[in-house]
């Protein structure tokens, strides 16, 4: 499998509550580099892009008043396998359902507000990162 980067998001429920530290340790543990980062503010445009494929669901409104309502923390993990491994790492989207071990089970309050985004495939990974960062702000 080859090294690839995957977009991650420190959503504002945990930074909220100073999990930042928290959550990037378990990252690094699970052998993922973060090879970009920054602290941001997220505009109303940047949420509504972002999640636009949830644009039709009933949560989508919630969701992006959510991602706005506090700093977020954006990144770019490399590693093998990055893509399905971040996903592992972060655990199911509702953390009563998320396993042992993973960001979600550990921190995540609520399905609405879970702590953490990842990436879920090759081509959003390429979106997501380059709605963020530009080349030379990632640092392998
Ligand atoms: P993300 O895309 O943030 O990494 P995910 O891929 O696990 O999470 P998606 O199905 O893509 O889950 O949903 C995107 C986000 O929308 C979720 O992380 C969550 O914050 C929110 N969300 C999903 N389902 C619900 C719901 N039923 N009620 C409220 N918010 C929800
Ligand atoms: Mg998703």
Redesign the pocket.
Known sequence: MAVQRTFSIIKPDATARNLTGAINAIIEKAGLRIVAQKRIRMTREQAETF?AV?KARP?FG??VDFMISAPVVVQVLEGENAIAKYRDVMGA?DPSKAAEGTIRKAHAKS??E?SV??S?APETAVIEIAQFFSGNEIVG
Do not use: S, V
């Open positions: 999640y949830h949560f919630e969701l989207t399905i609405g879970n985004h990842g879920d």
